[in-house]
C-alpha cells in the first residue's frame, strides 16, 4: 500500500520555463509534507515544506501547493535551471512524536539549456 | 558543522557476512534514521530513535539491528547479509521538536553478492 505516490517517473522542461513535479497521497492524517532534491551519488537535501493547515508555500523559486480535497501537492520551480535537474521525491510525515517520513518514488527532473 | 557522516561509502559483502554501518551527527539533533533506497524507489524507513537509548521500528526492519548509546551515533548492524539487502543506505536526523525536516548523510552504497 503506497501512501505516497509520484506518478511522472520523469519531467524534461527548458531552461527558464516553470516545472510542475507531482505528488498523492491516501492518507488524511499526514500533517506535514516535504520536498527533497537529490542529486546522484548524494544524499537527499531538503527543498521546502508544508503544513497540512496551509494550502501554499513559497521559498524563492520554488512553491509547494497543497490541495486536501483531492490529496494533492504540487513542487512549482520558476524559472527552471540546469542545475535543478535532479531527483525530487515527496514526503509526508504524521504526527511530530516520531517525525518519521514516507516517501514517493521520486521523479528525475531534466532542464534543458 | 559536518552534518550526517555516513561511514563506508561503498563495501561489498558475501552471504552470510556481518557489517555495521556508522551513522554520526554534530548538531545535537535528538532523533536519528536509517533509510533503505533500492533502485527506482523511494525511501524506506528501517529503524529510528528519538533519543539515546530509545530505538523503534520503521517499515522495513527485518535483517537489521541498530542502537543508540550517544545522541551522536546511530550505528546500523547487518547480521548474516542477504542479496536483498543490496541497496543504499541513507541515515538522517532532526532536532526534536518544530520543524519536520530531516538532514541526510551521503548513503553507504551495499552490495552483497
Known amino acids: 500500500d503506497q501512501q505516497v505516490k509520484q506518478n511522472s517517473p520523469s519531467l524534461s522542461v527548458q531552461e527558464g520555463r516553470i516545472s510542475i513535479l507531482n505528488c498523492d497521497y491516501t492518507?488524511?492524517?499526514?500533517?506535514?509534507f516535504l520536498w527533497y532534491k537529490k542529486y546522484p551519488a548524494e544524499g537527499p537535501t531538503f527543498l521546502i515544506s508544508?503544513?497540512?493547515?496551509?494550502d501554499k508555500n513559497e521559498d524563492g523559486r520554488f512553491t509547494v501547493f497543497l490541495n486536501k480535497s483531492a490529496k494533492h501537492l504540487s513542487l512549482h520551480i520558476v524559472p527552471s535551471q540546469p542545475g535543478d535537474s535532479a531527483v525530487y521525491f515527496c514526503?509526508?510525515?504524521?504526527?511530530?512524536?516520531?517525525?518519521?517520513?514516507?516517501f514517493g518514488q521520486g521523479t528525475t527532473l531534466q532542464v534543458k539549456p | 558543522n559536518a552534518g550526517v557522516t555516513q561511514t563506508p561509502k561503498f563495501r561489498i559483502l558475501k552471504i552470510g557476512q556481518s557489517m555495521t554501518l556508522q551513522c554520526a551527527q554534530d548538531?545535537?539533533?535528538?532523533?536519528m534514521y536509517w533509510y533503505r533506497q533500492d533502485p527506482g524507489m523511494g525511501l524506506k524507513l528501517i529503524y529510528y530513535?528519538?533519543?539515546?537509548?530509545?530505538?523503534d521500528k520503521g517499515e522495513v526492519p527485518n535483517g537489521y539491528n541498530v542502537s543508540r548509546s550517544t545522541t551522536e551515533d546511530f550505528p546500523l548492524r547487518l547480521e548474516l547479509a542477504a542479496p536483498s539487502q543490496t541497496s543504499v543506505y541513507f541515515c538522517?536526523?532532526?532536532?526534536?521538536?518544530?520543524?519536520?525536516?530531516?538532514?541526510f548523510g551521503p548513503g553507504t552504497r551495499l552490495t552483497v553478492t
Open positions: 514526503a509526508a510525515s504524521r504526527g511530530s512524536n516520531t517525525g518519521k517520513l514516507i
Open positions: 492518507n488524511s492524517m499526514f500533517d506535514y
Open positions: 548538531m545535537n539533533h535528538n532523533y
Open positions: 530513535s528519538v533519543g539515546a537509548g530509545i530505538t
Open positions: 508544508i503544513s497540512s493547515i496551509k
Open positions: 538522517a536526523s532532526k532536532t526534536g521538536t518544530g520543524a519536520p525536516e530531516q538532514y
